[in-house]
Each structure stands twice: as structure tokens, then as C-alpha cells.
């Protein structure tokens, strides 16, 4: 017979399930990680990838279970009370905490380097909970002005309506990030690199400020991933990311994750997401969490494609200008090799000729497509003057350097020529 307990972390209030192998001795978990004879080692980010958070059920299945429940029974009506009543420990809803949905959490924690991590339905449900989560009225938050658009939405409109003031500055200049403290400032939001335009900030400095004003740093890591960019490494207090993106990385599902320190998800995040509800759906985790097996293939393939693209890119006649971090042109190409891997898989690039231009270049390819998403296995394109930025004034587009010829290609996962190819002919055709 397969015996079973539950456990719990007492810091953090999470419950784990462990299952007990019939020849390993008695009260030995089946986790991977934290197994008898890799307990004590610290093991590499690519190992914690594909075995990091698993918890194997007493069926010893291989890969992760997917735990598709919405609610758990109990044995009597005294485990129930004695569970609410947070005496007993186990699952009790799963807009609380699901296994599955705990197994991503586990290996995204073990990524990061993190303390503790909440998944949430999107990456904008992360958004808006690592904020909300810590913030009351009378609060101040300093972002920076290049942000996602939803992202910016919550920042300049939705925190401001519940009585949160918010300054938004130009992100690479330090003393901006200075100057717009004041004695309430509670967060700085970043997002580096950028979206479109890949500005650099440098995350050691403002987490510095940050810390100096008494506020704690949230960065966006969305476009570097979790593979190319450490946030926390650099001071950095809580780290969230659409996982919709990169770590999906096929266009399946929505998702996203907070992570931060047991003190920040214990005292400010776990309980507003139980009680505010956007949970992640343990069908997107499983997804999400062997995605994660591949992740840091995908993410170096991304980055030698697109490294040969913005190559390529810049060697066209009808090609104005290419920004991509990873050209020495870029005018913060150290910082980001000092902050990132690798420079990513995201490129902006003017087209001669102004939007006219660009859409005829959109309109001509055929390998890469039109479309707003990312991270993606298939190159995507789109025009953000248009699109994901066409909620802005155009003044608002100009002081963030978002021009009508500019397009922002997300890098796939296909073949290098075949994308240079694509560009090549549609060049020609335009
Ligand atoms: C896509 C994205 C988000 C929002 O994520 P969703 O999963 O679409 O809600 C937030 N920030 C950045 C930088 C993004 O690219």
C-alpha cells in the first residue's frame, strides 16, 4: 500500500503533498528535487526546469499530474473545520491553491531563485495584484513611462481612482527615479527590456533608490525571461511575468506568476489573490509547467534567430534603424549585456518610407505573421503606433520614441534563412 501525508511549510502556510515510495524508507518524499540523494545539492537552472516542484502522486506517474478539481473532500466533518480553522493542513479550494497549479508555482520559485510565488489566469492579473496587493490609499508608486499598455492603464488610471498617486518618468534616467520619490512612495514598476522600443534600465541603480526611499522594486520581466534576466540578483523586491508569453512560448494559454519573499507572499499577496479570486486554471499550469521543461532551449534559439535578424536587418537599404540590445549600435548595449545573457528575441525596426512603408512590408510576409502576441514559436509582427499603443496621444507615442514606421517583430523559433528570406522578398515586393 502507497501511504500519503501532507505537509506543511509553516512559514508560508503551503501545503505539499508528498507521496511515499514503497522501497525508499518510510517518510521519504517522492519529490524530485528535494529527494533523498539530491536534497542537499543546489542543482542548475535547466535541471530545476524539468524537475523542479514535482509531486508525484502514489501512482508514480513520470510526467506531472494535472489535478483538473475545483474543490477537495474531507474525511470527517471535523478535518473540514479543523482545515478552515488552519489546524490541519490540506487543500480546501482550489481558487486557494491546487497541486498542479503549486507545481508550476514550485518550479518558477526554483527558476527565479525566489522565496515564494503565486500563479494568477494572466499576466495582467499579476500585474495588478503585485500592485494592489501592497497598496493603500495615500500611497505613491513611480513607474517608468515605457510600459505594456494595460500595465500602464493600472498605473495611470486605475490606482489613481482608489486614491494611490502614481508618477510616471523616463525610466533610464536615474535622477528621475530620484526626484519623483516623496515620503509616501511605497513601489517603482519597471519593465526592462521595454516594449517596443527595448530601452535598458538599469536595475541594480533604481533598485538602489527604490530601497533608499523605503519602497520595494517590481519589475515586469516579461521580455528578457526568466531564462535571460534575474531580477532579485539585482536588488530587485518582486518579479512578475505573463507567462502567456515566453514560458507558454506556443500560444495556448494565458497565465502569469508573482514572485517574491515569504514575507511579501505570506503578508501581502496569498491572501489577496484567495480572496480577490484571478486563479490560474490547473489545465494553463500543466501546460505552463512542461513548457518549462523546454523553456531555456527555446529561449537560445529565440535569442541565435534573432540575433541573425537584426543582422540582417541592419544591412537593408530600406531599413531606417534596427534597436535590438544585442547590436553595439544600441545605446545601452553594455548595460544589457551586463544585465542579460543574451539580448532577447524581441527587435523594433523603422522602415523607410513611414507607415505606409511598414504596412506594406507587414502585408508582403508570409513566414512571419501579423500579430500583437510574443514570445511565440511562430515570428510574429506587428505596428504599435496602431496597435498595442494606439490607446496614446500621438504626443505620448513621440516622447516614447513609438514612430509610425516602426515595427516590432517577436523572433520565432523557425528556421534563421527562412526568416531573413521572408524580410528579404517582402522588402522587395514593398
Ligand atoms: C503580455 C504582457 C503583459 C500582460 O500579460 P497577459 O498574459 O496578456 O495578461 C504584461 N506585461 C508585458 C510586458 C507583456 O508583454
Redesign the pocket.
Known amino acids: 500500500m502507497f501511504l500519503s501525508c501532507l505537509v506543511a511549510d509553516a512559514k508560508t502556510g503551503r501545503v505539499f503533498f508528498w507521496a511515499f515510495e514503497g522501497e525508499g524508507p518510510m517518510g521519504e518524499p517522492t519529490n524530485d528535487s528535494k529527494s533523498s540523494t539530491v536534497s542537499d545539492r543546489k542543482l542548475r537552472p535547466q535541471t530545476e526546469m524539468v524537475h523542479g516542484g514535482t509531486q508525484r502522486s502514489p501512482f508514480g506517474e513520470t510526467s506531472e499530474a494535472m489535478y483538473l478539481t475545483s474543490g477537495y473532500v474531507y474525511d470527517s466533518a471535523e478535518q473540514a473545520e479543523a482545515r478552515f480553522k488552519g489546524e490541519s493542513d490540506g487543500f480546501i479550494y482550489s481558487r486557494f491553491s491546487n497541486p498542479t497549479v503549486q507545481m508550476f508555482e514550485e518550479r518558477m520559485i526554483a527558476l527565479e531563485g525566489a522565496e515564494a510565488a503565486r500563479a494568477t489566469a494572466?499576466?495582467?492579473?499579476?500585474?495588478t495584484a503585485s500592485m494592489l496587493c501592497q497598496l493603500s490609499a495615500g500611497d505613491h508608486v513611480v513607474a517608468a513611462r515605457a510600459?505594456?499598455g494595460?500595465?500602464r492603464y493600472i498605473v495611470e488610471e486605475l490606482l489613481p481612482r482608489f486614491g494611490v498617486e502614481s508618477t510616471l518618468i523616463d525610466g533610464c534616467d536615474l535622477n528621475q527615479w530620484r526626484d519623483a520619490c516623496r515620503p509616501n512612495t511605497k513601489v517603482f514598476f519597471l519593465?526592462t527590456p521595454t516594449?517596443p522600443t527595448l530601452d535598458i534600465i538599469d536595475l541594480k541603480a533604481v533598485a538602489d533608490i527604490a530601497h533608499e526611499a523605503g519602497a520595494r522594486l517590481v519589475v515586469?520581466n516579461?521580455?528578457a525571461t526568466p531564462v535571460l534576466q534575474k531580477p532579485m540578483e539585482f536588488g530587485a523586491d518582486v518579479v512578475?511575468y505573463?507567462?502567456?508569453?515566453h514560458i507558454d512560448g506556443q500560444g495556448r494559454c494565458?497565465?502569469?506568476v508573482v514572485l517574491g519573499s515569504d514575507e511579501f507572499v505570506t503578508d501581502h499577496l496569498a491572501n489577496f489573490l484567495r480572496q480577490t479570486g484571478p486563479a490560474l486554471s490547473p489545465f494553463n499550469a500543466w501546460v505552463m509547467l512542461k513548457s518549462l521543461e523546454t523553456l531555456d532551449l527555446r529561449v537560445q534559439r529565440h535569442c541565435e534567430n534573432a540575433i541573425a535578424v537584426a543582422d540582417f536587418l541592419g544591412a537593408q537599404e530600406k531599413i531606417a534603424r534596427v534597436i535590438y540590445p544585442g547590436r553595439s549600435d544600441h545605446p545601452q548595449h553594455n548595460l544589457a549585456a551586463a544585465q542579460m545573457k543574451l539580448p532577447g528575441n524581441m527587435i523594433a525596426f523603422e522602415v523607410k518610407g513611414g507607415k505606409e512603408a511598414a504596412f506594406r512590408l507587414a502585408n508582403q510576409l508570409g513566414v512571419i505573421k501579423i500579430s500583437n502576441?510574443?514570445?511565440d514559436a511562430k515570428s510574429l509582427i506587428t505596428h504599435p503606433a496602431t496597435t498595442t499603443h494606439q490607446r496614446l496621444t500621438p504626443e505620448a507615442r513621440t516622447e516614447l520614441g513609438i514612430s509610425d514606421a516602426m515595427l516590432r517583430l517577436s523572433v520565432g523559433l523557425e528556421d534563421a534563412a527562412d526568416l531573413t528570406d521572408d524580410i528579404g522578398f517582402g522588402l522587395d515586393a514593398a
Open positions: 494572466t499576466g495582467m492579473a499579476a500585474v510600459l505594456f494595460s500595465c519593465e516594449n515586469d516579461v521580455f512578475v505573463s507567462a502567456t508569453k494565458l497565465g502569469g502576441n510574443l514570445g
